[in-house]
T-cell receptor, first 112, second 111 residues
Framework: GAGVSQSPSNKVTEKGKDVELRCDPI?????LYWYRQSLGQGLEFLIY????????KSGLPSDRFSAERTGGSVSTLTIQRTQQEDSAVYLC??????????FGPGTRLTVL | GEDVEQSLFLSVREGDSSVINCTYT??????LYWYKQEPGAGLQLLTY?????DMKQDQRLTVLLNKKDKHLSLRIADTQTGDSAIYFC???????????FGTGTRLQVFP
């Protein structure tokens, strides 16, 4: 596709439920990143995939957060047992190795 | 750890120049970026500068980099109402490629 796409664009869930957020990177981009944007914390890094290397998970806030990238392309960010503090906009970006990161439109997650 | 700081708010009259400032702490960053975020939208890359440059110009945008002071600025010439948005500067961690973002500067352009 022309750019990074994310789905859903909005997700409302109840506290305690699991959610999955999807990211389709730009075709051919080997690197994929997840960031979170929230009022209290600004824009923060969550996790980074590069090719077949082990992902850099250093930004994940708790073990309720996980992500995978299948076939070196699509990525899914999973949040288990959601809490109200997980409410934020989750942004995905992709790049060529060491290149500029291009961002998707984000998924706005609201945990009630 | 790394920290990137920006002023939170800037208000300018249409047609004037806007200057958005940013300071960063990681002197090993090789790339520094400016992203624009309009309401309800993702981040749009505006421009970037390599650390061995002091200036980069791209149409109405001019980026100045003072590596000694770790200071980055974005100048928008002839600011238009469509430039109203939040502007984020970001440094790229050299060994991880992840971006460290500033708090964002909300630019408001009034007629």
């Amino acid at each position: 596709g022309a750019g990074v796409s994310q789905s859903p664009s909005n997700k409302v869930t109840e506290k305690g439920k699991d959610v999955e957020l999807r990211c389709d990177p730009i075709s051919g981009h080997t690197a994929l990143y997840w960031y979170r944007q929230s009022l209290g914390q600004g824009l923060e890094f969550l996790i980074y995939f590069q090719g077949n290397s082990a992902p850099d998970k250093s930004g994940l806030p708790s073990d309720r957060f996980s992500a995978e990238r299948t076939g070196g392309s699509v990525s899914t960010l999973t949040i288990q047992r959601t809490q109200q503090e997980d409410s934020a906009v989750y942004l995905c970006a992709s790049s060529l190795l060491g290149g500029v990161q291009f961002f998707g439109p984000g998924t706005r997650l609201t945990v009630l | 750890g790394e920290d990137v700081e920006q002023s939170l708010f800037l208000s300018v009259r249409e047609g004037d120049s806007s200057v958005i400032n940013c300071t960063y702490t990681d002197s090993s960053s090789t790339y520094l970026y400016w992203y624009k975020q309009e309401p309800g939208a993702g981040l749009q890359l505006l421009t970037y500068i390599f650390s061995n440059m002091d200036m980069k110009q791209d149409q109405r945008l001019t980026v100045l980099l003072n590596k000694k002071d770790k200071h980055l600025s974005l100048r928008i010439a002839d600011t238009q109402t469509g430039d109203s948005a939040i502007y984020f500067c970001a440094e790229r961690e050299d060994n991880t490629d992840k971006l460290i973002f500033g708090t964002g500067t909300r630019l408001q352009v009034f007629p």
